[in-house]
């Protein structure tokens, strides 16, 4: 049993919710007030559609009139999307009812469902749709509110940042790599763009090596140096030293002429403040 002030067990799972009050009692009823809505949300798949015959079939121990009148409900809310399908039957012409999840009811979809049951793929566009979704509704708020969006983005940035850190740590350190990290771009045809630094990319290399390694630098506190910092993670490297740094720009490299004799690369960061740690904190 779950100690009443404890948080082990539970997740902040994120309802979506109308902005208006009397649309989210509205919602709240209809979802939450009867087992049937949330049986009717667990038949349905991503993008699957069901027709309002098999919704019936598959709730046999629910009335007809049960079932069409919460299906009426829940497209009156926006969760599912009604649609008139011409179908043949018996060499005749007829019109049945097909319904698929919204947006906002593959969210409840995936709300009642064991997330390890879910197909990682789905799962992971609803994480990417939510965040830009948060991020989307957050810089208009924060706008009315007077808050201070760049402070707040930081906020956001550096806890992320330091979730990732604190996921990266290893035990015995192979090596230690010093030094900075950048973005490359790579004038081609197309252009890539690439994490790049000297640094970072012997550290990168190192682990791919099977070298237990840790990269030590500074890294700009935005969302290039975010993704900078992800992708060094992503190639097994321990992040768990490097220090964030508001006022740090991105450094960034140009390469050109990448398949002549003589590559011309062209770095630039500010020279007050280089991507690189010059004094470790005891």
């Known amino acids: 049993m779950l100690h009443k002030n404890s948080f082990d067990g539970y997740w902040p799972f994120i309802v979506m919710?109308?902005?208006?009050?009397?649309?989210?009692?509205?919602?709240?009823?209809t979802l939450f007030s009867s087992l049937i809505s949330l049986e009717i949300l667990n038949l349905f798949e991503w993008d699957r559609e069901l027709c309002q015959r098999e919704i019936i079939a598959a709730l046999h121990h629910h009335s007809n009139k049960t079932v069409i009148s919460m299906l009426k409900k829940l497209v009156e809310i926006g969760i599912l999307e009604e649609k008139v399908k011409p179908v043949q039957r018996n060499n005749r012409n007829v019109k049945i009812k097909c319904y698929k999840l919204t947006e906002i009811g593959k969210w409840y979809n995936l709300l009642f469902r064991d997330q390890k049951t879910v197909d990682r793929?789905?799962?992971r566009n609803s994480i990417i749709g939510l965040a830009t979704l948060f991020l989307n509704r957050f810089l208009v708020y924060g706008d009315e509110l007077d808050i201070d969006i760049k402070e707040q983005l930081y906020s956001i940035i550096a806890g992320v940042v330091d979730s990732i850190k604190r996921k990266s740590v290893k035990g015995r350190r192979d090596l230690v790599v010093f030094g900075s990290i950048a973005l490359d771009i790579y004038l081609t045809q197309p252009i890539k763009i690439f994490p790049g630094g000297s640094a970072a990319n012997i550290a990168v290399s190192s682990s791919r090596l099977g070298l237990n390694t840790s990269f030590i630098g500074k890294a700009p506190l935005d969302f290039i140096?975010?993704?900078?910092?992800?992708?060094?993670?992503?190639?097994?490297?321990?992040?768990?030293?490097?220090?964030?740094?508001?006022?740090?720009?991105?450094?960034?490299?140009?390469?050109?002429?990448w398949l002549s004799e003589y590559p011309q690369i062209s770095c630039s960061y500010s020279s007050d403040n280089p991507p690189v740690i010059t004094k470790l904190n005891s």
């Open 17 to 29: 919710m109308p902005t208006d009050v009397n649309e989210r009692v509205k919602y709240m009823s």
């Open 225 to 257: 140096g975010l993704q900078l910092l992800v992708d060094l993670v992503e190639e097994g490297v321990d992040i768990s030293l490097v220090e964030l740094d508001e006022s740090l720009k991105t450094a960034i490299c140009i390469v050109s002429n």
């Open 121 to 123: 793929k789905i799962v």
